[in-house]
């Protein structure tokens, strides 16, 4: 089992101390990975029409995956960098490439990309991109980011990229690991067509039959699940008690990868986030070993 933390940076409101503070202390206390949220752009919920219906609203702070990762390489030198999920199809496809390899350099080879298509409509549109084909760009990104990462020069005549002879330079020294994260039926099979692993949250109920599912999918399309990664972030863990029996749970089903959650268990200082984690991390070294 691997043992990850996600960064609270709902909570911590870009407050760079608290970056610094943090990312030490993930690492000095033994977790595998800190992992970060992606959105860009907020935005207020009321009367919008098709109505939003996630979590996040303009009160919410989030930093750049990217940017925090290339600090957190510099301070850091053990700890997995990893997104959960990027909204990549929202993105320049190039362009997160480039950023990706740079912060897989940077940090010598500590990066996992876990992506996603995302809720947010507003943030699509403010974006310049479209929210309908969000799916379909997705598949073919992931496609294009390894050539990019592999190749001295691309041509890609793809639905939604066409490039000719041309590349991103350093490319980094490995394919970066990308995962997918989601709840639906297309995101199952995006990952058994085309990911490393995948990334659950939500109901523990339900992120177990999605494991299930992934690992049918997987069998159909002639993948193995022996190297394949099955992760549950605890966003229903909201005690030290609960994230034990959780993580029990979730290996027990066949996982075997857990990122714990600080948020919205009522800290107000960056102080009582490590007292958490550093009591966490003790009950699972007890439970589960070191």
Not at 35 to 60: I, K, Q
Not at 231 to 236: D, I, K, P
Request: charged share 25%; hydrophobic share 40%.
């Amino acid at each position: 089992m691997k043992f990850g933390v996600v960064y609270p940076q709902n909570e911590t409101h870009g407050n760079p101390q608290a970056l610094h503070d943090l990312g030490l202390a993930i690492e000095e206390l033994g977790y595998d990975s800190v992992l970060f949220y992606d959105h860009v752009v907020g935005a207020e919920h009321s009367d919008r029409e098709p109505p939003l219906w996630g979590p996040y609203t303009e009160e919410h702070s989030f930093h750049d995956p990217f940017v925090a990762f290339g600090y957190l390489a510099a301070i850091t030198s053990r700890i997995e960098l990893a997104t959960g999920v990027l909204i990549l199809p929202q993105r320049q496809t190039v362009l997160a490439a480039q950023q990706a390899a740079d912060a897989e350099l940077l940090s010598g080879g500590r990066l996992r990309i876990g992506v996603g298509t995302g809720w947010n409509w507003v943030e699509y549109d403010a974006l310049n991109q479209d929210f309908s084909t969000r799916g379909k760009r997705l598949d073919e990104q992931i496609l294009l980011m390894r050539e990019l990462w592999s190749k001295p020069l691309v041509t890609f005549d793809g639905t939604f990229h066409q490039l000719e002879r041309c590349c991103i330079n350093p490319r980094p020294n490995r394919q970066i690991p990308i995962w997918v994260g989601g709840f639906s039926e297309p995101a199952f099979s995006r990952a058994a067509r085309l990911g490393d692993g995948f990334t659950f949250a939500g109901d523990q109920d339900d992120a177990i039959a999605g494991m299930a599912r992934v690992r049918e999918l997987l069998a159909e399309n002639g993948r193995s699940d022996v190297d394949f990664g099955y992760e549950y972030t605890l966003t229903r863990a909201r005690d030290v008690a609960s994230v034990i029996e959780a993580t029990q749970r979730w290996q027990e089903a066949g996982g075997n990868g857990v990122s714990v959650l600080t948020q919205k268990i009522g800290f107000d200082s960056v102080a009582g986030h490590i007292d958490y984690l550093a009591e966490a991390k003790q009950a699972i070294d007890e439970r589960f070993g070191s």
